[in-house]
């Protein structure tokens, strides 16, 4: 069992629904989602295009996956990250966009959140010591062998690339695109998801994700109300 930590807004948040039906898939329940109906689009082509996604959920990594320590038993996890995230305000994300990330389209804060990005460098550390160490084939698995310098000492001290100065707040839309189906699938997520887009999102929870076997979807086992109790904003 694999699990990992991070941002994903309430089961019942209409973003949260919006990108469960784009992507085929309900992180909280683990049911499958029919598509939605966007013209010029097929359903095979979002399905197809939404495969990698799908199986994470939709959801901001802070905590990439990792197997437990040999001494760390879930209940052990699961208290402390109840502790830590009531040690962390709530806060709002700046408003959301559609962005282009290389070769794959997700939602991305329009400047920089200076928050965000210290409560994911908090997550990563504090959960350090909760993590067994990466398997030769799992540092293989995530060096494709063009990370920069800097990302490959985050692989080996931390467990992932993307962490500390290498972050980049996101949420995943799509798996890798060609450069033909660019422009065609930014349109289609511009026109779907603008209209749950307006409404900024509240970063009040840490949510537990686990996968229960290899190759199985990640599912939401659990979200952690940041703040103390009488100051919680919960949406």
């Not at 013209?39 to 199986?55: K, Q, Y």
């Amino acid at each position: 069992m694999r699990y990992a930590i991070h941002f994903t807004p309430p089961a019942y948040d209409p973003l949260t629904l919006a990108a469960a039906q784009w992507l085929g898939r309900n992180a909280f329940s683990g049911e499958a989602m029919e598509p939605p109906a966007i013209r010029g689009m097929g359903l095979h082509d979002i399905a197809f295009n939404t495969a990698l996604p799908r199986r994470y959920g939709f959801h901001a990594t802070l905590k990439a996956p990792f197997r437990l320590a040999p001494d760390v038993t879930e209940p052990t996890l699961l208290r402390h990250l109840m502790r830590f995230a009531g040690t962390h305000d709530p806060f709002e994300l700046p408003k959301l966009e559609v962005v282009r990330l290389g070769n794959f389209f997700g939602l991305a804060p329009v400047r920089p959140c200076d928050r965000m990005h210290f409560l994911a460098a908090s997550v990563v550390q504090e959960f350090d010591t909760f993590r067994a160490p990466l398997t030769e084939a799992e540092l293989e698995r995530n060096d494709p062998g063009d990370l920069s310098a800097p990302q490959f000492a985050n692989l080996h001290r931390w467990g992932y690339p993307y962490v500390m100065d290498e972050f980049r707040f996101h949420m995943t839309l799509t798996g890798p695109l060609s450069t033909v189906e660019m422009p065609r699938f930014e349109l289609a997520l511009r026109d779907y998801f603008d209209p749950y887009l307006k409404k900024r999102v509240d970063v009040a929870n840490l949510a537990l994700f686990v996968e229960e076997e290899p190759g199985a979807p990640f599912q939401v086992h659990s979200l952690h109300p940041m703040g103390r109790v009488a100051a919680r904003k919960i949406a």
